[in-house]
């Protein structure tokens, strides 16, 4: 078993992922990038200092796990080291990965987290579901533990959280879990845990209404950091958790937060995202005077109408448009985007 460590604080502050980015994804239309994400984990930073809470990122911190651009390093370095104590952080999907699409299943000594781990920016959750971190506030004990990207969610809390006095136990996860709200493929039905309070997930990207499993509840904050057009009415926020603090209504969600959870609303642009050349369904399909044209023939006439990306993501997301139309045998989908993915790739990225 290994040694559970003690901070005293008044609290934690759950961060959903950041992405930060050395490339600007997809439609945002961010003079840089960089400046915008990390600003916004500043401000979230800002937040645990004025309130002595203990900062947990919920996964993917950077987007890709082997973006080694230095100025972006150096910044998220500086960032990171601005609170009054070193951020907790769970690894997520995007931290494994090596290339656009190969997703690891460990950290290794090319994957940029480990850098920041061995030298002290940030500490990482076990991510076995066994607890890391005991909380001891005023108003009571948060003992803190993670399951990380692709692993499974234990059914039983094991001993360690059995034999640890606490008030609050918190199961942080990464994994695409069924909340209510917009649907996710293939997503996990939320599972039933016993010996676990609260359970806060990162990976889904919006904020999801708390769901009662049992005697657990499940909570998903999403993102300070709205990576594709669909989350534009998203509102990046991070969200405190301090023991003893009575429930409170969430303007947003229109739902009573449980464990006295509060959101602070990080600052951001609404409108931040490109919409030019985006598919549209017509409300009545237009009579056909001739042969119609291939729809990837007119997709790629279409392409240079479309907003320069560095990552290629807009165009992925129209020609995902047009799979889904035709409905495309997905073993060629998966053949057509790889060698787009491949194509990318060669472009070169930091």
């Given at each position: 078993?290994?040694?559970?460590?003690?901070?005293?604080?008044?609290?934690i502050?759950?961060i959903?992922?950041?992405?930060?980015?050395?490339?600007r994804?997809?439609?945002?239309?961010?003079?840089?990038?960089?400046?915008?994400v990390?600003?916004?984990?500043?401000?979230?930073?800002k937040v645990a200092?004025?309130?002595?809470?203990?900062p947990?990122?919920?996964?993917?911190?950077?987007?890709?796990g082997?973006?080694?651009?230095?100025?972006?390093?150096?910044?998220?370095?500086r960032v990171?080291?601005?609170?009054?104590?070193t951020?907790?952080?769970?690894?997520g999907?995007?931290?494994?990965?090596?290339?656009?699409?190969?997703?690891?299943?460990?950290l290794?000594?090319?994957?940029v987290?480990?850098l920041?781990?061995?030298?002290g920016?940030?500490r990482?959750?076990?991510?076995?579901?066994?607890?890391?971190l005991?909380v001891?506030?005023?108003?009571?004990?948060i003992l803190?533990?993670?399951?990380?990207w692709?692993?499974?969610?234990?059914?039983?809390a094991?001993?360690?959280?059995t034999?640890?006095k606490a008030d609050?136990r918190?199961?942080t996860?990464?994994?695409?879990?069924?909340f209510?709200?917009r649907?996710?493929?293939?997503?996990?039905p939320?599972?039933?845990?016993?010996?676990?309070?609260?359970?806060v997930?990162?990976h889904v990207?919006?904020?999801?209404?708390?769901?009662?499993?049992?005697?657990t509840?499940?909570?998903n904050?999403?993102?300070?950091?709205?990576?594709?057009?669909?989350?534009?009415t998203?509102?990046?926020?991070?969200?405190?958790?301090i023991?003893?603090?009575?429930?409170?209504?969430?303007?947003?969600?229109?739902?009573?937060l449980?464990?006295?959870?509060?959101?602070?609303?990080?600052?951001h642009?609404?409108?931040?995202?490109?919409h030019?050349g985006?598919?549209?369904?017509?409300?009545?399909?237009?009579l056909?005077?001739?042969?119609?044209?291939?729809?990837f023939?007119?997709?790629l006439r279409q392409?240079?109408e479309?907003?320069?990306?560095?990552?290629?993501?807009?165009f992925?997301?129209?020609?995902?448009?047009?799979?889904?139309?035709?409905?495309?045998?997905?073993r060629?989908?998966?053949?057509?985007?790889?060698?787009?993915?491949?194509?990318?790739?060669?472009?070169?990225?930091?």
């Open positions: 078993m290994r040694t559970i460590e003690r901070i005293s604080a008044s609290g502050l759950l959903g992922d950041p992405h930060v980015s050395s490339r994804p997809g439609r945002r239309r961010d003079d840089d990038f960089v400046e915008t990390l600003g916004k984990l500043a401000a979230a930073l200092e004025a309130n002595r809470l203990v947990i990122i919920l996964g993917d911190l950077l987007d890709a082997d973006d080694n651009d230095i100025r972006m390093l150096t910044q998220v370095t990171l080291r601005s609170c009054w104590c951020p907790w952080y769970l690894v999907n995007h931290t494994l990965t090596i290339g656009r699409r190969s997703i690891h299943k460990e290794s000594d090319g994957h987290l480990t920041l781990a061995e030298s920016t940030l990482l959750l076990g991510g076995d579901g066994d607890p890391d005991l001891e506030t005023p108003t009571g004990d803190v533990g993670g399951v990380c692709g692993r499974e969610i234990p059914s039983v094991g001993d360690a959280w034999t640890t609050i918190l199961l996860t990464h994994h695409d879990l069924s209510p709200g649907v996710i493929p293939g997503a996990i939320l599972p039933r845990v016993t010996g676990i309070d609260l359970i997930n990162g990207h919006d904020t999801r209404k708390p769901v009662p499993v049992g005697q509840t499940f909570f904050p999403g993102n300070i950091t709205r990576m594709s057009i669909d989350l534009e998203h509102v990046p926020s991070v969200f405190s958790l023991p003893g603090r009575e429930d409170a209504l969430d303007e947003f969600l229109s739902h009573v449980p464990y006295g959870l509060r959101r602070h609303v990080i600052e642009v609404a409108e931040v995202f490109d030019t985006r598919r549209i369904d017509a409300t009545e399909p237009p056909i005077m001739e042969r119609p044209e291939s729809s023939v007119n997709l392409e240079a479309l907003p320069r990306t560095e990552d290629g993501s807009v992925m997301e129209e020609m995902q448009a047009v799979f889904d139309d035709l409905d495309v045998d997905p060629i989908r998966e053949m057509l985007k790889g060698l787009l993915v491949q194509e990318g790739d060669t472009s070169g990225r930091a």
